[in-house]
């Protein structure tokens, strides 16, 4: 009935009580020892933690605190019981009274609350709450479960940090190898130190690392990997250059020959359309060369000192500008002789509109003749007004067409 003590359990029963229960004890101390051998436990036990893995440090403890309180007075209350039952082989219905009240009841005493002195009173002294022994493991449950998913957390983050700490490390230190035989690299102090302060924050604070999804936030890691791929790439052509450094000059300094060379003839080339040729704006020849050669022989200091890396940025660049010299070169003398071969094209039209008038019968035509005279005077004078002389040739075409129409009417 509601409220009535229940009946004291038999010897057998007894016995398969302390059998289960010393099972289960076993099982929960073996899972206890797993928790505190867990990395992540391991982590979270670590000496100068701060921010968010201080505040999880916090937390792991009080509730692995709070695990171990509560297993040892569950083991103390199951020792209290062993020890009554291995007393008494025959056991008594006293006996069995008690090792049922030790092995079902409310026997396991939690520590009494603290009470502030201004809330007591003299009669009043705190109790601790009471658990049977089910009642304890049950606790120990959600305390072990909460451990866990802490432990377990921190672990995965720290084991995701680490693997990709550990590649980004190994790209540093071959980096590092290869500016020992560059020359050294400005950049590379700067990744340094701020690989250092990821590692700093990896040993002290790892979930400061933590994105907001609960997964391992590399992104820092990420940009240092990508300065160290774009420093290895640079050393690496330092390296070759290093290597190759005569042939990579000569193939330099080639180029900017044909610089000088392309350039000359675009003077050379203007100088001809300024004698032949009247146009409003000329635009200048190109002088890029003698900057490039200059530029070329200041490289010269950087071997010396033994500045590869800065060595071949610069004649990286010396070459793309050498190339685009060359271009705006080549376009200049196509602009220069494209204004002389237009005065040439003008004087052959001119001719081949003269043979056609002749055919129609109007060579002796005084306004045709006169047309033709004006636009052959503009051609052949030097400089050429090559504007007008354009304007003078349309002109004498379209009154020759204009005389072949109405000779077919």
């Known amino acids: 009935m509601s409220g009535a003590a229940r009946p004291p359990l038999t010897r057998d029963e007894v016995d398969g009580a302390l059998r289960r229960l010393r099972d289960d004890k076993e099982r929960i101390g073996a899972a206890l020892a797993e928790l505190e051998a867990h990395p992540g436990h391991a982590l979270l036990e670590g000496a100068g933690l701060t921010g968010e893995t201080a505040r999880r440090q916090g937390e792991l403890r009080s509730r692995t605190a709070a695990l171990w309180s509560l297993f040892d007075l569950y083991g103390r209350v199951l020792e209290d019981a062993e020890r009554l039952r291995a007393r008494h082989p025959r056991p008594s219905q006293a006996q069995l009274a008690e090792l049922t009240r030790l092995l079902t009841g409310p026997s396991v005493e939690l520590p009494a609350p603290e009470v502030p002195l201004e809330r007591r009173t003299l009669l009043s002294a705190p109790a601790g709450e009471r658990l049977t022994l089910d009642g304890a493991v049950a606790r120990m449950n959600p305390l072990f479960e909460e451990a866990a998913r802490i432990v377990a957390g921190v672990d995965t983050v720290w084991s995701a940090l680490l693997a990709r700490f550990d590649e980004v490390d190994r790209a540093h ?3 590092r190898e290869l500016a020992g035989r560059a020359g050294g690299a400005g950049d590379l102090d700067r990744v340094e130190r ?22 391992a936030g590399s992104s820092r890691l990420d940009a240092l990997d990508a300065e160290l791929r774009d ?29 000088r060379r392309i350039e000359e003839q675009a003077r050379r080339a203007r100088a001809d359309v300024l004698a032949k040729i009247s146009f409003p704006v000329v635009p200048a020849a ?17 071997r010396d000192d033994g500045r590869w890396e800065e060595l071949a940025a610069r004649l990286a660049d010396l070459d793309g500008a050498a190339e685009t010299a060359l271009t705006r070169a080549r376009e200049a003398v196509d602009i220069f002789t494209g204004l002389l071969d237009r005065r040439e094209e003008l004087r052959g039209r001119l001719d081949a509109y003269r043979a056609k008038a002749a055919r129609l019968g109007h060579l002796e035509d005084d306004e045709l003749a006169a047309m033709y005279e004006r636009a052959r005077a503009l051609l052949w004078t030097s400089p050429c007004d090559l504007r007008g002389a354009t304007v003078a040739l349309s002109a004498y075409q379209q009154a020759i067409s204009a005389r072949a129409k109405g000779s077919r009417r």
């Open 231 to 259: 420093l290895r790439g640079r050393l690496e052509e330092a390296a070759r250059l290093r290597a190759g450094h005569a042939e990579r000059v000569a193939r330099v300094r080639d180029e900017v020959g044909r610089v």
């Open 173 to 175: 230190a071959a980096v």
């Open 286 to 302: 190109p002088d890029a060369a003698t900057a490039l050669a200059d530029r070329l022989a200041a490289l010269d200091g950087l």
């Open 194 to 215: 701020e690989l250092a302060a990821v590692r700093e924050t990896m040993r002290t604070d790892p979930l400061a690392l933590v994105r907001a999804d609960g997964t």
